[in-house]
């Protein structure tokens, strides 16, 4: 865990017959990363091609099949995998069946989308009839009975309801009659009022038949009747209705002949709608049955196709029987690869047992972190950055303690911290049933939920040091500050002075007023109603972060020294390590004695030096007669301090090299030497500016912290504190709205955001700050073929 696996180069010999068995026992097993032996081999080239071709073939048509069930709404039943081997005569029966089956269902669903089609098209028929006769009987009142319709053509003189005319007296009218999408109507009634201006007479009405619009997916229609004179205009009419894409229906000119064939329409529609509903029960019953087994399906097949993908991989010899592998795998796991393999050629009924044979290799192995589900969180976001190189230092379990800490420091505050320990503890609680669903956000949340957990455990910590709860504080052990010696006959105070002083100052000087021992746990509550809190708040949080910031940036650089020591690499403890450490230390480390020695002694705030200027001046040389130092010798040993830390850069810079240049003079090698000088230079520049810089971005500590209090301190007064002061009665109802909208803010802004905001500032710490002293982060992954982790990705 506080280093990656040792790792080993195994080549495996095995027969052609037992290679699915052997080749499945690893996945299961999970502890084998394949090498490619054929990598001036194109894709298309290698033997088994044809045969993961054919397994991607079933992946699709098993998306359609899932697909289908997910549109009818059929559950498809989950399977435990039972760990059986498949073998590729079994493949071959599994394709043709399911190759069966998406014939079957292809041809149902093209069956049902015609019938379908002519369903819709009754149903709009009609509504067509009906809605005609209407038009019918409406032109019929208004005519004389001389003028009634005949079996050639309809007399019709009115000014319509819905309609587009000009015509003036009684004509002799043909009409065309059909169905068209409402968002298309005005557009197409445009149209045939600027060809046809007063030449013919429309007459429209909204579909009100529910049944149709939802077959068609709630698209609404209208039904229109066009009368128009003479055939040439009724062609171009129907030319226009096709560029609409308007549905024209056959409608009969009598009475007797419409009402007959709305009968026959209704016939055939109960005939059509029974025929629908015993296709769609077919089509429901295959898939329910096909439900049952389709994920075991989806696992033989993932299974197959990794199967041949990592034959790609392997060597075939000349026969055709024996099969070389290569593998990546851990020293400790070596037993369990080996028992993996005879377990496969016992299955595979093979003579001969599989040859293992560890080589030595000059290859860079790749970098394998075990993990559990409580550090795999951890161990991903250390990944992110880069995956550490082969026996690196294994950031991640400092990082399990350091990230949420820096996290909380940022964030601290009792009352956020127990509302982000509540949710974890409820995703880690319903974890099952989280993992169900499939969404990106629940996956991240339940990746991270024991990160989220740490993170609100340290906040709830860190709340209790700052002694801030929803910016309120509580009274644990009592104060260390009394106010009552303040008063007369021991201190200064009277009554009188309460009245005319808006702000008075506690003296600690006073007897009894401070009672010399500081607060129990965290600062003093007496400091949540002080006028100068945030002053307070200010300096302390300033300088506890500079003091986090330098111990983790100092056990960065001592995990460097780590890493020396593993890859026996002495010279750089020497001229790397002991000067950067060195260095640190008699500047920064020096600061924070500083800090420290400053809060151990008691000092007059009007005399007392400031730490800052004092740093200042110890960089630049710069002292007084009449400066002010903490302690006796200050003087003196700050000069050495920095001369000290200004004789480290030198010996960073050069020594090295002249080594280097050295050992190439004895061994007469050829090399340039500038680029050598140039990256050591590089080096030394960017570790003593690093310092300073790395430095200064952990008062982001400082900075979040304060803001996340303020906020809190400002949705207390500015929401809260008037809503708890409204009156009975209606103030109740009031008191509830401002209850509800603290929360949301709360939740939004204090949590969610400002969460947001710590988790990635306490990343960048971590990933720039804290690592970049020991982590080189240039490793590949170990990728292991593993069917549990095959499984859990999507098809």
């Not at 005569?89 to 599994?94: A, F, N, Q, V």
């Not at 420091?409 to 949710?423: E, K, N, P, R």
């Not at 007369?488 to 002075?497: E, V």
Request: with cysteine; glycine share 6%; hydrophobic share 45%.
């Amino acid at each position: 865990m506080f280093r990656s696996e040792e790792m080993c180069l195994v080549q495996l010999f095995f027969q052609t017959e037992s290679a699915h068995t052997c080749i499945h026992q690893l996945g299961l097993l999970g502890l084998a990363q394949f090498r490619d032996l054929n990598p001036g081999t194109a894709a298309f080239q290698r033997k088994f091609v044809k045969e993961v071709k054919r397994c991607e073939e079933m992946e699709r048509i098993l998306r359609f099949l899932e697909a289908e069930m997910a549109r009818c709404g059929i559950p498809v039943l989950a399977v435990v995998d039972s760990g059986g081997v498949t073998c590729p005569r079994e493949l071959l029966e599994l394709e043709c069946k399911i190759r069966k089956l998406e014939e079957e269902l292809k041809e149902i669903n093209c069956n049902h989308d015609a019938l379908k089609r002519n369903f819709t098209e009754l149903l709009e028929i009609s509504s067509l009839l009906k809605a005609s006769r209407d038009f019918f009987e409406e032109a019929e009142s208004q005519l004389s009975s001389s003028e009634l319709p005949s079996e050639d053509s309809v007399s019709i003189a009115t000014i319509r309801r819905n309609s587009s005319t000009s015509t003036s007296g009684p004509q002799k009218l043909g009409f065309i009659a059909g169905v068209i999408k409402q968002d298309r109507f005005p557009a197409f009634e445009k149209v045939l009022w600027r060809l046809f201006h007063e030449n013919f007479i429309l007459r429209h009405s909204e579909i009100q038949d529910t049944e149709q619009q939802v077959d068609d997916g709630a698209v609404k229609k209208d039904a229109f009747v066009i009368f128009v004179q003479g055939d040439q205009v009724q062609g171009k009419i129907k030319k226009i209705c096709d560029g609409f894409r308007a549905s024209l229906y056959p409608c009969p000119n009598t009475l007797c002949a419409r009402e007959q064939m709305r009968m026959s329409v209704h016939i055939r529609i109960e005939d059509l709608r029974m025929v629908l509903r015993r296709t769609e029960e077919f089509r429901a019953a295959v898939l329910t049955k096909a439900a049952t087994s389709v994920q075991h399906w989806i696992t033989k097949v993932k299974k197959m196709k990794a199967i041949y993908y990592t034959l790609n991989l392997c060597n075939i010899d000349i026969t055709q029987k024996l099969i070389v592998a290569e593998i990546w795998c851990p020293v400790s796991d070596l037993n369990s690869v080996q028992n993996a393999l005879i377990k496969g050629s016992e299955q595979s009924g093979s003579s001969v047992s599989p040859v293992l044979n560890r080589i030595q290799t000059q290859q860079t192995p790749p970098t394998f972190n075990r993990t559990n589900a409580f550090t795999k969180g951890f161990q991903t976001i250390v990944d992110a950055y880069g995956v550490s190189n082969y026996r690196e230092v294994n950031p991640t379990p400092y990082t399990i303690i350091t990230f949420p800490f820096l996290f909380a420091v940022m964030f601290g505050d009792c009352g956020h911290g127990l509302v982000l320990t509540v949710l974890a503890v409820w995703v880690i609680l319903q974890q099952e049933q989280l993992s169900r669903w499939k969404s990106e956000f629940v996956d991240v949340l339940v990746g991270g939920r024991y990160i989220i957990l740490l993170m609100g455990l340290f906040s709830i910590y860190t709340g209790l040091i700052y002694n801030d709860c929803f910016s309120k504080s509580f009274i644990i052990c009592g104060s260390s500050w009394s106010v009552r010696h303040m008063f007369q006959p021991s201190g200064p105070w009277s009554n009188k002075t309460l009245y005319s002083f808006r702000h008075l100052h506690l003296d600690p000087a006073v007897p009894g007023v401070y009672s010399g021992s500081p607060y129990i746990l965290g600062i003093d509550p007496v400091w949540n109603i002080a006028s100068n809190k945030l002053s307070f708040l200010n300096s302390y949080k300033m300088k506890m972060s500079v003091i986090l910031g330098v111990s983790h940036m100092l056990f960065g650089t001592t995990l460097s020294v780590v890493n020396y020591i593993h890859f026996r690499n002495f010279q750089n403890i020497l001229l790397r390590f002991v000067p950067e450490l060195v260095f640190m230390l008699s500047l920064f480390g020096y600061l924070l004695f500083l800090i420290l020695f400053k809060w151990s002694v008691r000092l007059q705030s009007e005399t007392a030096p400031s730490i800052l200027l004092i740093f200042i001046n110890m960089m630049l040389f710069s002292y007084h007669p009449d400066d002010k130092f903490l302690y006796s010798g200050q003087k003196v040993l700050q000069i050495y301090l920095v001369i000290q830390a200004l004789l480290m850069v030198p010996v960073m810079l050069l020594i090295k090299p002249l080594l280097i240049y050295r050992q190439r003079i004895k061994l007469r090698q050829q090399g340039n030497m500038g680029d050598i000088f140039v990256h050591q230079a590089i080096y030394t520049i960017e570790h003593c500016l690093g310092c300073i810089s790395n430095t200064a971005s952990y008062l982001r500590l400082w900075a979040l912290s304060l803001a996340h209090a303020e906020l809190s301190e400002v949705l207390w007064r500015m929401l809260l504190r008037g809503g708890l002061r409204c009156t009975p009665g209606l103030g109740s109802l009031l008191l509830v709205l401002v209850l509800f909208c603290f929360a949301l803010l709360t939740v939004a802004v204090l949590i969610i955001m400002e969460g947001l905001s710590a988790f990635l500032h306490a990343l960048r710490l971590h990933w720039v700050e804290f690592q970049n002293k020991f982590y080189q982060g240039a490793g590949f992954k170990f990728t292991p073929l593993s069917f549990t982790s095959l499984l859990k990705t999507q098809l």
